[in-house]
């Protein structure tokens, strides 16, 4: 990333959604509903929806739920102008920081097993391969990995 460039975190609100769903539609073959996001705004008490800016610009978002002691990263994404700027890294840090402050212990997602990207992202910050969902991906029929990171 050049020099200067500011990434930062906030909480996902109502009007961000389009955005959001006009970059889900490009990065997901099966893409989530505005419904979806709204709901994990305004109902789901467990959940923390956060966009992450450049330069305040959005550049990625992320959805991810708190229950008990573990933390489930449901949806992560950045804008394909964005990507390899370190802004689904920022995120990460973020939602580990997040589970950390709410004595969370374990962190847990699923990805396409054909991901690699994703998948070295995720491994970079200690997540690990525990398991595999056969057929989980309905568009693409590809499996999903899921991998768990205890934190400390
Ligand atoms: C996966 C995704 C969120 C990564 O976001 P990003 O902001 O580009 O990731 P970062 O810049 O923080 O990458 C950090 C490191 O992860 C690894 N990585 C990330 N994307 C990679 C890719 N496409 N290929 C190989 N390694 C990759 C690299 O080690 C990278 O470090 P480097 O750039 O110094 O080599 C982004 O590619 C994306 O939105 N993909 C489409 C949606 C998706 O697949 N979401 C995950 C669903 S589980």
Redesign the pocket.
Known sequence: MEPGKDISIRPMNLEDINWVLETEKI??PDPWTGEHFKSEIVHNNFSEPIIATLDNEKA?YAVTWFIADELQ?T?????PK?????????M?SHILGEGKKKTIKFGY????NN????I??YR?FGFREIGMRKNYYRENSGDAVIMMKELD
């Open positions: 990065c997901f990625g990263i949806n992560i994404a950045v804008h964005f990507r390899r700027m370190k802004i689904g890294s920022s990460i997602l699923e990805v396409d991901n690699y990207g994703a070295g992202l970079e």
